[in-house]
């Protein structure tokens, strides 16, 4: 059991505070301390630990804002888009604000249906920027009942594995629960009395053993809360999951495609296969950039040869595919070398096969000619990507990452013998390429997640910076390019069962029908 380890500090030592005589009494035995004539000298011991108990409770004051109960908030799950990050804080102000919680008020059912419903409506206005709107019209009768059943399922692994005596509690038990406390009380008030017998001056302590005795509330009402925000985390999260569409296959499609990756505390049930399907899912990196950039050599360069395209992509005419094996790594990657665009702008075509391009992308390396000065068209391209990924907030976006080549035609110009440390530069070369980068990083400012700089001319085949700058700022995003994978992969099969399963439906149906008529 690890339902000690949800208790606050300060809780634990007010209780062993306040229970530490009952065990002194336990240990050593009314009648020998009677019978050696300990019993009133120890008996004031009592006192004196409830009043240590009630100075403890008012100088060690509970955290403000309900932080103790609140327990770990929610964090983004590797699949998470922007949008579901963002909604993190709508449900921690919901927790945060939700006050009466207690032994007495936990038994009403009616307050977590009620709690639920409002943490609905305000996703709901989260994600769809609509106040006022239905919480449950947008979304399918599947997506509710797998919140249900996910929330649920994850709950009962939590009571089991923290709350002593969960495997016996009945329902019955719960709704008695406020009794139970007052009974408890009661009977302490009793004991008390019945001791105060053989020491009536224990009746002037009684005002301070009521005070240090309510510490045994505070517990039971900490042991309450940390259920009931567990609760609230638990239906928020997967409000969250709903609300993303990720939920519109089922819970128990949810739990294999998602599993391995979120937090849930079961292992994917039933078939796999699809779980390890996914979990096989190409990344694929799209370079994107200008005209004579240096796209098709930086390819080569990574390759370290000079490739042939496996294959075009079907719905283009002019984006190659290859495939490529990062260093030290199992991962499976695709590189698609996209047409090159011109200094000021794209062309109709170039922009739809950029388009195509981005949408099967999970990282995107922008090529840039270190030379050049002119980047109208790279900051387009990365604001419509953007633009792209706001109209499709369920899809992860990829990860841009600046590449600058040429870097031999920087000042002083030809000059390259490398390597060359940018990053605290000290020659000429190394001021200029960290002039570049501060060039780049106040065009794109956040839209980057890094910048290398390389060189990836052929007539410089004894160069690394391929490998040192580049191939590490890959292998840190990788990770963030598999989960984008692994959730376009997602909503592709789920459309794709989506047809299959109404066809399903449908010949069913026509089935039945057809069987009552003959009948």
């Known amino acids: ?96 604000e939700m006050v009466g919680v207690d032994r007495f008020s936990i038994t009403q059912p009616n307050r977590y249906i009620n709690d639920a419903q409002q943490l609905a409506q305000r996703l709901a206005d989260h994600y769809y920027g609509t106040s006022g709107t239905n919480a449950l019209h947008p979304v399918t009768i599947v997506e509710i009942l797998a919140v249900i059943h996910l929330a649920a399922e994850d709950l009962e692994g939590w009571f089991q594995a923290n709350i002593p005596g969960s495997d016996l509690a009945t329902f019955g038990h719960f709704e008695r629960l406020p009794l139970i406390a007052r009974t408890l009380d009661l009977g302490q008030s009793i004991f008390f ?88 899912a190409n990344t694929t990196i799209a370079v994107m950039g200008q005209v004579k950039a240096g796209k098709s050599s930086l390819i080569n360069a990574l390759m370290h040869a000079s490739v042939a395209q496996t294959s075009v992509l079907p719905e283009t005419r002019s984006v190659q595919r290859y495939d490529y094996q990062l260093p030290d790594t199992e991962a499976r990657i695709t590189l698609l070398d996209t047409p090159g665009y011109s200094e000021t702008d794209m062309g109709r ?58 870097l031999d035609l920087l000042r002083p110009i030809g000059q390259w013998t490398p390597p060359y440390n940018w990053r605290n530069p000290s020659q000429p070369k190394e001021q200029a390429m960290a002039k570049a980068v501060d060039y780049i990083r106040q065009l794109f400012g956040t839209s980057l997640a890094g910048v290398a700089c390389v060189n990836s001319a052929e007539a410089q085949p004894a160069d690394t910076s391929v490998e040192d700058e580049l191939v590490p700022l890959l292998v840190a995003e990788l990770d963030q390019g598999h989960s984008a994978a692994i959730v376009r992969l997602f909503y592709s099969q789920l459309n794709r069962e989506r047809f299959s399963r109404l066809t399903g439906q449908l010949t069913g149906l026509l089935k039945t029908f057809a069987q009552s008529l003959l009948d």
């Open 1 to 96: 059991m690890r339902w000690f380890g949800i208790l606050r500090p300060r809780i634990v030592v007010l209780v062993l505070l306040w229970a530490l005589p009952a065990l002194i009494y336990t240990a050593i035995g009314v009648i020998a301390l009677y019978q050696t004539g300990w019993l009133v000298p120890i008996a004031w011991s009592l006192p004196l630990m409830w009043l240590a108990a009630w100075l403890v409770g008012l100088l060690w004051r509970p955290l403000k804002g309900q932080r103790a109960i609140l327990g770990k908030p929610l964090r983004a799950r590797e699949f998470w888009t922007p949008r579901d990050e963002a909604a993190i804080a709508v449900v921690e102000t919901f927790r945060a």
């Open 193 to 280: 009395l019945a001791t105060a017998i053989t020491n009536p001056a224990k009746l002037l302590s009684y005002p301070l053993w009521r005070k240090a005795g309510s510490v045994t509330n505070e517990l039971q009402d900490e042991l309450v809360r940390a259920f009931y925000y567990r609760y609230l985390r638990e239906i928020g999260f997967y409000l969250i999951e709903m609300y993303s569409g990720r939920l519109k296959g089922g819970g128990r499609h949810y739990r294999e495609t998602f599993g391995t990756m979120s937090r849930a505390v079961h292992a994917a049930r039933g078939d796999v296969s699809k779980l390890a399907e996914l979990s096989a």
């Open 349 to 406: 075509r170039q922009r739809a096969e950029i388009e195509t391009a981005s949408d099967s992308a999970d990282i995107i390396l922008l090529v840039m000619a270190a030379n050049s000065s002119a980047r109208q068209s790279d900051v387009q391209l990365v604001l419509e990507l953007e633009e792209h990924y706001r109209r499709h907030p369920h899809l992860k976006p990829p990860p841009v990452i600046a590449v600058l080549t040429h």
